[in-house]
């Protein structure tokens, strides 16, 4: 049974870095996808980015494209996004979740507990 954990997060300006990982502490992240989606008060939870465990290819939403990047480490059972130039937008609670095979933004049905990432102007 898939459980995952999140760390990073935390506030930065504008403009700023911040790095998430995820890990699936219960098992391998082969066969599976990783992915990233966040959350705002009163709005629906939007997809980020995924990567699979096996081959690292990679999805992202158009919103982050060139910021953000997702890589992995199979012997940790971890996946990491790195998240550049942050903008006060991105502000969310940033939440990891797997599904099994190839990456998607829907589908995912194991999730972490959810981070919280600050952007201030």
């Known amino acids: 049974q898939v459980q995952l954990v999140e760390s990073g997060g935390g506030s930065v300006q504008a403009g700023g870095s911040l790095s998430l990982s995820c890990t699936n502490t219960r098992g391998t992240l082969n066969g599976y996808s990783m992915g990233w989606f966040r959350q705002t008060p009163g709005k629906e939870r939007e997809f980020v980015a995924a990567?699979?465990?096996?081959?690292?290819?990679?999805k992202y939403a158009d919103f982050v494209e060139g910021r953000f990047t997702l890589s992995r480490d199979s012997d940790r059972n971890t996946v990491y996004l790195q998240m550049n130039n942050l903008e006060p937008e991105d502000t969310a609670v940033y939440y990891c979740?797997?599904?099994?095979?190839?990456?998607?933004?829907?589908?995912?049905?194991?999730w972490g507990q959810g981070i919280q990432v600050t952007v201030s102007s």
């Open positions: 990567i699979t465990g096996d081959f690292g290819n990679t």
């Open positions: 979740a797997t599904r099994r095979g190839v990456v998607g933004t829907t589908g995912y049905d194991a």
